[in-house]
């Protein structure tokens, strides 16, 4: 089965990508009612040279539901599966249907047929209720229109959205006279509010990670909204702003000028206690890395670990493994330099589990590529996390699908906003697993860190299966040290290796070990491109005034 994924009302993956394959324009027009429903439109002006659905995924609809989904091309409508699309079809079975997937937790899939390959015009159509929701002070909504992760980036984008309550029309004429507010979030562009109609618009190509979500913001009695919204509406403006660009080009207000005063007044005694704060942490520090209490208590239940653990905690998941391990940790690992090490786990399991094949470079003897296998439609991934990583991997390669040297690198370079928010992805991505683990569980992490930091000292001398060395091989290189692990367990149990190699057409054990190496050196390389980069993009914004778009505007 191949599939071509949208990422919530987005993000186009084709199972097969070819050069003619692009998305021109997508328009959106949104019409809300007076129940806080709404009837979304959108129209996609697309080639595509590949695959045999289109399916969109919308994750996390709380209180929102989606029904009547339709799909239309050339005033022809589509045949209506209902919320029993099989995606198990060929081409031409799916050709000229649509429906929907339910999914677990609310989640769902808008589907519908590719038909022939070429230019198309597909016209979907659906309804949102509970978009606008109830809050204290006022009605409101925050919704992902268009998702991050693009592999074909759209050239254009547009967002219309209508008032159909039959009410008063929408306007603004400052702070305190108005009816509507609305930010947008996430795209270069720019909004305005003309004829009591609000609208986005791109002004540049959708980027990699480049998205939009709408906030609206509506006085009281436009709306009979059927649900309640969570908390108040300005946490929920707040999350939306958290990361945003708004208020950047604002005067400072009189509260910035009293903390300007009190950070004057502190001035003169901040070193005397900076240094001693420092010399308290320094020899807290070192205390807990000499008596080896480096544990947080509330996660593990003790302060020292010293034991060991065979068996593979987790189930094998390396953002688990790696979340714990740098959560718990007392000497508070940096999780911007370890994190690297995580990815090239990410990469060693993909290769261990035929999504990879490792080919020579034929220009360096001493270097190896990577070649992306399997579509995108047939992959399972452990967690999000792994997944996003994938897709950017995925698209440093081209189309040409094959990952040479600094590719990553200088992808991560461009995408350096992306990449630098990915540490702390992973942390957050580990913690909704290990948090649901006992605490003994939790110990067996660290103790089963230990067995592979101590796999030579042991004297284990029962060869595990192929299958559970993989799992081993895959959590040592989140520890950054699969190279030695693996040249230690050679030397023990040279037949399973020689298996191992087989299995993973790694070629042999010297390949095998390069193969580690450079994961690592290249993980570790990518991360450092997209940091300079940042710092120095923050450098040139501290030393200049200017304007940038967080993916719209308060009119």
């Avoid at 939009?212 to 946490?235: H, N, W």
């Amino acid at each position: 089965m191949k599939k071509l994924l949208f990422s919530i009302v987005a993000a186009f993956l084709a199972a097969g990508l070819a050069s003619a394959q692009e998305i021109r324009d997508i328009r959106t027009v949104v019409g809300l009612q007076k129940d806080g429903s709404a009837r979304v439109v959108q129209t996609w002006d697309i080639t595509v040279t590949s695959g045999t659905e289109y399916y969109i995924p919308v994750d996390n609809p709380g209180k929102s539901y989606i029904r009547d989904f339709s799909v239309s091309e050339n005033g022809q409508e589509y045949l209506s599966d209902g919320r029993k699309w099989n995606s198990d079809r060929s081409r031409q079975a799916k050709a000229g249907r649509c429906g929907i997937i339910e999914k677990r937790g609310g989640n769902i899939e808008l589907c519908w047929g590719l038909g022939e390959y070429g230019d198309h015009e597909y016209v979907l159509s659906y309804t949102i209720d509970n978009l606008v929701q109830s809050y204290d002070e006022c009605d409101g909504f925050h919704w992902h229109f268009l998702n991050d992760e693009w592999s074909v980036k759209p050239r254009h984008v547009s967002i219309e959205i209508q008032n159909r309550t039959g009410g008063d029309p929408w306007y603004w004429k400052d702070e305190n006279d108005n009816n509507v507010q609305f930010w947008g979030f996430g795209m270069e562009g720019e909004s305005w509010l003309s004829e009591g109609v609000v609208y986005f618009e791109s002004t540049a190509p959708f980027d990699f990670d480049s998205r939009f979500s709408a906030l609206m913001r509506f006085r009281k009695g436009q709306f009979a909204p059927a649900v309640e919204g969570d908390g108040t509406f300005e946490a929920l403006k707040d999350e939306a702003m958290y990361g945003s660009d708004y208020g950047e080009d604002e005067e400072d207000s009189l509260i910035d000028w009293v903390l300007y005063i009190l950070f004057f007044l502190v001035l003169f005694v901040l070193p005397v206690v900076a240094v001693g704060v420092v010399l308290y942490r320094l020899v807290r520090r070192a205390y807990r890395k000499v008596s080896g209490r480096r544990y947080d208590k509330k996660i593990f239940g003790v302060d020292k670990i010293d034991g060991w653990f065979r068996d593979v905690p987790m189930d094998g998941n390396p953002t688990a493994f790696f979340g714990l391990l740098h959560s718990g940790d007392l000497l508070q690992p940096n999780m911007f330099k370890d994190f690297p090490d995580l990815v090239s786990a990410y990469f060693l399991k993909w290769i261990q589990d035929g999504l990879l094949a490792v080919e020579k470079d034929p220009k360096d003897e001493k270097r190896t590529n990577l070649r992306f296998v399997k579509h995108l439609a047939d992959l399972d991934f452990d967690d999000e996390m792994e997944k996003k990583v994938y897709l950017g991997a995925l698209d440093a390669a081209g189309e040409n699908r094959l990952l040479e040297a600094d590719e990553f690198k200088a992808w991560s370079y461009k995408h350096d906003g992306t990449v630098s928010g990915w540490p702390q992805a992973a942390m957050d991505t580990g913690r909704a697993v290990w948090f649901k683990l006992s605490q003994e569980d939790r110990c067996h992490a660290v103790e089963f860190k230990n067995f592979l930091s101590d796999y030579t000292l042991i004297g284990e001398r029962t060869a595990p299966e192929v299958a559970l060395w993989k799992q081993y091989l895959v959590l040592a290189a989140s520890l950054g040290i699969a190279d030695k692990v693996a040249e230690n367990f050679g030397k023990l149990f040279p037949q399973v290796m020689e298996q191992y190699l087989q299995e993973t057409r790694m070629f042999d054990t010297q390949t095998a070990y390069s193969v580690f190496e450079n994961l690592r050196l290249s993980s570790h390389s990518m991360m450092s491109s997209a940091l300079s980069h940042q710092s120095q993009r923050q450098a040139a914004a501290a030393a200049a005034t200017r304007r940038t778009y967080g993916g719209g505007g308060s009119i």
